[in-house]
């Protein structure tokens, strides 16, 4: 059972572009929602996380938009550079105790020069 | 501070050979996973250790994996033996106790190929 779903499974996007990338998710007692890039060859590394006190969060050209009632979240890219190609997942887990963070199935995003 | 560090970096084997990999931590992080990654997926939880002890290895398949974190600061995992269904990237992780919820740390994993 895929507990985050996501999209677009690829992304295309001109240099200056935005890039969108959409996640959902089923479990109502998931509260803190992270996002990870992942180069080729490398681990995945935090970019951004969320908490769904909030309906967005701004880091840098990086923003997470959040929707409660809708169980989704999405990760905008601003002025998008060929430095962002990467693979970008999502994820969900409870906030407190040992939790178990649910990736979403990955999204591999190409930004051209 | 140093990364989370990660052996070998790639291993082919044959089915039903067996295989290990190793992870070292950052210094002080109590809390640490092992993620497989399946081409074309997001990392999935296999076991998380707290110091020594499993706090979670519901998703470890235990016929045929197995894994420990002796002294709460190393830790192996292994397969015995593997199927084909095993090739994946290994991915350790780990995370500091000291600060509510803090991120995980990644290291840059071992990519196993069950020939």
């Known amino acids: 059972q895929q507990q985050v779903k996501q999209s677009p499974q690829s992304l295309i996007v001109q240099k200056g572009g935005i890039s969108i990338i959409n996640c959902a998710y089923e479990?109502?007692?998931?509260?803190?929602f992270p996002w990870y890039q992942q180069f080729p060859g490398k681990g995945p590394a935090l970019l951004i996380a969320?908490?769904?006190?909030?309906s967005e969060k701004k880091e840098g050209r990086f923003t997470i938009s959040f929707n409660k009632s809708a169980k989704q979240f999405s990760l905008h890219i601003m002025d998008s550079q060929p430095g962002d190609s990467a693979t970008y997942f999502c994820?969900?887990?409870?906030?407190?105790?040992?939790?178990?963070?649910?990736f979403g199935t990955g999204t591999r995003l190409t930004v051209i020069p | 501070e140093a990364g989370v560090a990660q052996s070998p970096r790639y291993k082919i084997i044959e089915k039903r050979q067996s295989v290990a990999f190793w992870c070292n931590p950052i210094?002080?992080?109590?809390?640490l996973y092992w993620y497989q990654q399946i081409l074309g997926q997001g990392p999935k939880l296999l076991i998380q250790?707290?110091?020594?002890?499993?706090?979670?290895d519901s998703q470890l398949p235990k016929d045929r994996f197995s894994a420990e974190r002796l002294k709460g600061v190393d830790s192996t995992l292994k397969i015995q033996p593997a199927k084909l269904e095993d090739s994946a990237v290994y991915l350790c992780?780990?995370?500091?106790?000291?600060?509510?919820?803090?991120?995980?740390?990644f290291g840059n994993g071992t990519r196993l190929t069950v020939t």
């Open positions: 250790f707290q110091n020594n002890g499993v706090v979670d």
């Open positions: 992780a780990s995370r500091s106790d000291r600060a509510f919820n803090s991120p995980l740390h």
């Open positions: 210094s002080g992080h109590a809390t």
């Open positions: 479990n109502t007692a998931f509260d803190y």
């Open positions: 994820a969900a887990s409870k906030w407190t105790g040992a939790n178990n963070l649910f």
């Open positions: 969320i908490r769904p006190d909030v």
